[in-house]
């Protein structure tokens, strides 16, 4: 069966500081990872994504780093604020499929 | 930008209801996909169209049912609601393959 492991399950971090989220993969039949941000009673929405061929992409303060040979992806905050204190999940893409799958979510509290 | 507009946030239905969650996106995306959202379970997919009047099986269709007649227009049916189809609903659209999701903002069912 296919899945995302997604971890922690929830952060807590100071403002200023690095929380690091962390998905592992075990299909190697995924072309695409993208990061989703959740508010409460908001729906998830996409906030940055990586393909298989790049090791890392930056966005503002986020970052993906993306170990293909560990079949692993990461979400890093940089300079995190009280306002990025959020739900994340991350995703897979089934290559040549409509289909997504998701991580269980990390719920993030940063500390003003 | 894209939106999905979800017709309700807030539903409460009976057993054994008949259920209609709409949703409508705006800027002509070819797939659009049905989610629940449940604490600890992540988001699972129900069913999807990648076109109009085609739809798939996600990986829990059972008890519901969808309609796609216009391309903007994605429909979920609950045949007979039970209480363990109280969740989040959440419904997506995207372009085509290999492109992120956008999101509506989610209905929450109560089934009583």
């Known amino acids: 069966q296919q899945q995302v492991k997604q971890s922690p399950q929830s952060l807590i971090v100071q403002k200023g500081g690095i929380p690091i989220i962390n998905c592992a993969y075990e299909n190697t039949a995924f072309d695409y990872f993208p990061w989703y941000q959740q508010f409460p009673g908001k729906g998830p929405a996409l906030l940055i994504a990586?393909?298989?061929?790049?090791s890392e992409k930056k966005e503002g303060r986020f970052t993906i780093s993306f170990n293909k040979s560990a079949k692993q992806f990461s979400l890093h905050i940089m300079d995190s604020q009280p306002g990025d204190s959020a739900t994340y999940f991350c995703?897979?893409?089934?290559?040549?499929?409509?289909?997504?799958?998701f991580g269980t979510g990390t719920r993030l509290k940063v500390l003003a | 930008d894209v939106k999905v507009t979800q017709s309700s946030r807030y539903l409460v239905k009976r057993t054994g209801e008949k259920v209609f969650l709409e949703c409508v996106q705006d800027?002509?995306?070819?797939?659009m996909f049905w989610y629940r959202q449940d604490p600890g379970l992540g988001l699972r997919l129900i069913y999807f169209?990648?076109?109009?009047?085609?739809?798939e099986k996600g990986d829990i269709p059972e008890g519901y049912s969808v309609s796609r007649e216009k391309k903007e227009r994605f429909s979920l049916i609950l045949e007979s609601a039970s209480t363990n189809q109280t969740s989040m609903y959440l419904c997506?659209?995207?372009?085509?393959?290999?492109?992120?999701?956008?999101f509506g903002s989610g209905t929450r069912l109560t089934v009583v």
């Open positions: 995703a897979a893409a089934i290559s040549g499929t409509y289909k997504y799958i």
């Open positions: 990586i393909r298989p061929d790049v």
């Open positions: 997506a659209s995207r372009p085509g393959q290999g492109r992120g999701y956008t």
């Open positions: 169209s990648y076109d109009v009047k085609m739809k």
């Open positions: 800027m002509d995306h070819e797939n």
